[in-house]
Each structure stands twice: as structure tokens, then as C-alpha cells.
């Protein structure tokens, strides 16, 4: 049976908002955008005087002169918006810490709130017979995949909170649920070694860390990754990590996994399909056998 697939992906951003009031390094920062903006705007003045009368000097002034006056301002110009829009229009930019994108970008806030996310919609179009002739059974779909929304508080340049909400299929009632993906509080000492404590996403695999849709090829995550490796695998736990030069780290100490159903956690145990279902995901996890994962 055929399928064809597309995944409609819409990036949120948005900017963060200083909870705190500033400390004196964002002072100075931002008085000092102020002046380097109060200097631009007085050269684009200028700029544009000396533009105004070339343009009035008749024939005298080189179409080569004038064109480089204009090159000139329009860089200008847009230095100066970019430097009045400030952090609020932050790209997404690389993933660190072993996050993608959207998830780090708290680290890239100066301080206070930060709120992100990102929202996958999937339409599914199956034909109408399976490969051996037979009636597939099968009708188009549209779903309302996920909603991802990242909270983010960073109390100053050593200690941040950053946690993942998902809101699964648009309701709780067919099929879908509402899960706590990651939240941790993090330890910044310095590039090497940091420390992380609170329900973390296991390092395993490609896409368990970097499950955000621009990061993977195809419509839908890799079934190994899914089911083999499970994807979203989140557990509780604590540990370290950092960049050793060619060298990046993550080393947890967290609960493990539930092989069989009925133990004291949530875990479903193991199937025939993978180890999906011996996930613990943070409820009541059962903290009698600990796992090292790095």
C-alpha cells in the first residue's frame, strides 16, 4: 500500500521578556546600543544630506558616486533596524546543549521568561487498494499532530529552567494526551563540565534529543527511532555535560526502564514492536534500579 505523506511544520518564536530587573552588565549593554544607535542615526542624517544635494548638483556628480552614496545608506539602514528590533527578533540559530533550535533558545536569552515552540500537522492520503488487489480499508487523514510549546526561565548566567509542554492529536479524548516532554534545571560552571537535574531526554539515538521536525528527513520520525529507540524516551534523573574541544557530552544517572507491565511505575513493559513501552516518562517512576546513560 502506498502512502503519501507532507508535514506542515509552523515555527513559533517568541521574544523574551526580562521577569528580573536588569543587572548592571545588561545596563551598560543597553546604554550602550543606545549610543552606538544615537551614532548611526546622526551618520544616516549626514548620509542623507550629502545624497540630497549630489542629486541637486546637476549634472557634476558621477552616477558612480551616487550609487555608492545609496549602497552606503541602505547598509546603514538596515543596521540601525536590526539594532532597534534588538533580541526580539532572535533566529533560532543552532541547537546546543543537546537540544535543537527552538528548544535552546533560552540559552540565548540575557535573562527572564523565554517561550518558543513549534506545531506539526500531518496529512496521510492512502489508496484505495493494497498491493495484492485487495481493498485497503484505508481513508485520508489530516491530523493536528502535535503542538510543542518550550518554557523557559533564566534566573542568570549559571542557572536556567527549561521545560517542553506536548500536546498530542488536539485533545485529550481521542487518542491524544498532554505530556511534560523535559524540564530540568540547569548548572552552567563552564564549557567543560555542567551539571542538569529533573526529567531528562535520554541521549540516545539521532532524534531522541533533536525530535524537532526541521532536524529529521520525512513526513514522520524514523520507525527505529520510534519504536526500537524510543522517541519521545524521557526520564528522571540528574547528571553532567559539556564540550571537551572534538568532544561533546552527556552523562545521566536516571530511572530504569520497566520490562514487564505491573511494577510500580507507569511503564507498559516491552513488546514485540521495541522497548517503547517500558518507558518511565516521570510519573512515579520506580527508583529501585537506577540506569547510567551517557
Known sequence: MRIAALTLITALAAAPGAAAAPGPQTTARAGGAEERLQALEKRLAELEAALARARSGGGGQEAASLAELERRLEILSREI????????????????????????KIYRTEKGVSLGGYAEMLYEGFDSRRDDGAASGKTDQLD????????????????????????????TGKDGEVS?????????????????????????????????????????????????IPTTWRENGFGLHGDLGPLTYRSYLVTGMEAVAGGSSNAGGFSATGIRGGRTSGPKSSAEDFAWVT
Do not use: W
Not at 537535574?197 to 528527513?217: K, Q, R, S, T, Y
Open 180 to 228: 511534560v516532554e523535559f524540564a530540568y534545571l540547569d548548572f552552567l560552571f563552564n564549557d567543560r563540565v555542567n551539571a542538569r537535574a529533573g526529567l531528562l531526554l535520554v541521549p540516545m539515538g539521532f532524534i531522541n534529543e533533536l525530535h524537532e521536525p526541521p532536524i529529521f528527513l520525512g513526513a514522520r520520525r524514523p520507525q527505529v527511532e520510534r519504536a526500537l
Open 81 to 104: 533596524e536590526e539594532l532597534r528590533i534588538g533580541e526580539a527578533a532572535v533566529e533560532a540559530g543552532e541547537g546546543v546543549h543537546g537540544f535543537g533550535p527552538a528548544a535552546s
Open 144 to 171: 493536528f499532530l502535535r503542538l510543542i510549546t518550550y518554557v523557559g526561565y533564566k534566573f542568570s548566567d549559571r542557572i536556567l529552567f527549561n521545560s517542553e509542554l506536548e500536546f498530542e492529536h488536539a485533545s
